[in-house]
């Protein structure tokens, strides 16, 4: 058994990356399930009946961040899905496509071979939830014919208004005792209630170590670097039902505020303008993203996108749980919308706005030019939009990024120099 009492936080990160994956292969090995699971799908079910779990979203980020995506979108086109459909989804179902092949000739295909992303198995079932995008109802339902599986769906519809009504809220929680139902009756065994609240516990304690790193951001001189959220939501993701998701969070939470009391921050001095970042991570492009920004002195303490796991309920309260689950604020109005971006904007401090437009994620998009110009108004600061997709390597362009984010920094120096003139 590894000893991590005394691994830093990015070790334990990788290091429970890494376990929960060949936690799924020997499952498979054994007999037992494996489930295929949307991001922010409810976890707690599944865990609650000690299936293991892989998330495909988090995995096709993991194969787009280490430049293997191609590949996969090439036997997702070759198989006949569409370029504007989401490229988790492409770069997931090429994959499974060669997860397919492998299992039905005992042959593993090239790309499969040197794909280098963690190897995962074939799922079991799936379990998908609307509560971010439509897609996902399409995708998993794809997965379940192409494989032959069960399909469980969480329906969470879109809130027109807010808050939350309580008939919405309902109806979600019998979603819930569904979604139960079915996993009953494909682990063959009851499920167990009281295990159930445990895991719900645990799920919040998770989340309120998440939630503490995100806090740190507010901090001038900030000790967060807000792309260390995006590497780090691996766990808030796939491990959030889980004690190793606290126990990351609780020792990089930890690290921060230490290195806060020491007066180290993550730019060391070089913190110049804060900025916003609005959508999902360039994943095959991060390290140009994130560099092109320090480089300018800019460093990113606010978004939306990582807050997406701001999971909190109330433990043994369906409908707590049911509402937690549907106030995600892309699955809100617009005037939800604009108000949870202003509360980032100005919790982080932030001098400016990044919007991606990102090709593949529809939803993460849509009514960024209607937000971005009520936010303008109200707050006076700059914002730029930049052309992207999360794992698709060919609709992000260099150049363009880097046109725009000087944009911006010549738009906040000249806010900063007009506020210091005042």
Not at 21 to 50: H, I, N
Not at 246 to 257: R, S
Not at 360 to 366: A, G, I, N, P, T
Not at 397 to 407: C, G, H, L, N
Request: glycine residues 6%; proline residues 4%; charged residues 25%.
């Amino acid at each position: 058994m590894t000893d991590t009492a005394n691994m830093s936080a990015k070790e334990l990160l990788g290091f429970y990356q890494e376990e929960l994956y060949e936690e799924a292969r020997q499952a498979k090995k054994e007999g037992k399930l494996v489930c295929w699971s949307a991001s922010v799908a409810p976890s707690e079910f599944c865990v609650a009946m000690d299936v293991a779990m892989i998330y495909p979203e988090t995995h096709a980020a993991g194969i787009g961040a280490r430049k293997g995506a191609l590949d996969m979108l090439e036997v997702a086109d070759e198989k006949g899905y569409n370029l504007d459909t989401c490229s988790y989804a492409r770069v997931n179902l090429g994959y499974m496509e060669l997860l397919k092949q492998e299992a039905l000739t005992g042959i593993t295909p090239e790309k499969l071979e040197k794909s280098p992303a963690a190897r995962v198995p074939l799922p079991d079932f799936v379990i998908t939830c609307n509560n971010i995008c439509n897609t996902l109802l399409k995708w998993y339902e794809n997965l379940a014919v192409e494989l032959n599986i069960p399909c469980i769906v969480i329906d969470v519809p879109f809130n027109h208004t807010m808050p939350i009504p309580q008939y919405a809220k309902d109806y979600i929680a019998e979603q819930f005792k569904e979604a139960i139902a079915q996993l009953e009756e494909i682990c063959g065994k009851k499920f167990d209630y009281d295990k159930f609240l445990q895991v719900q516990e645990q799920t919040q304690r998770s989340v309120a170590q998440w939630n503490r790193i995100a806090s740190l951001s507010g901090h001038k001189p900030s000790p967060l670097n807000g792309f260390d959220l995006f590497n780090y939501m691996a766990l808030i993701v796939c491990a959030r039902s889980r004690d190793c998701a606290e126990i990351t969070f609780k020792k990089f939470a930890d690290e921060l505020e230490d290195n806060l009391s020491k007066g180290i921050y993550a730019f060391k001095g070089n913190e110049q303008k804060r900025i916003t970042w609005e959508g999902i991570a360039v994943w095959p492009h991060l390290g140009h993203t994130f560099k092109g920004l320090k480089n300018l002195g800019n460093i990113m303490t606010g978004s939306a996108y990582p807050g997406l796991w701001n999971l909190s309920y109330t433990p043994g309260d369906m409908s707590s749980m049911a509402e937690a689950y549907t106030r995600i604020y892309i699955n809100t109005c617009l005037d939800n919308k604009v108000k949870v971006l202003s509360d980032i904007i100005s919790g982080g401090k932030c001098d400016g706005v990044i919007y991606h437009q990102n090709r593949s994620c529809k939803l993460m998009s849509f009514l960024n030019v209607e937000t971005a110009d009520i936010l303008q108004q109200q707050n006076h600061l700059p914002y730029v939009s930049f052309d992207g997709d999360q794992t698709d390597p060919r609709n992000f362009a260099p150049a363009q990024f880097d046109t725009r984010i000087q944009a911006l920094d010549e738009m906040m120096k000249q806010n900063k120099e007009g506020v210091s003139h005042e």
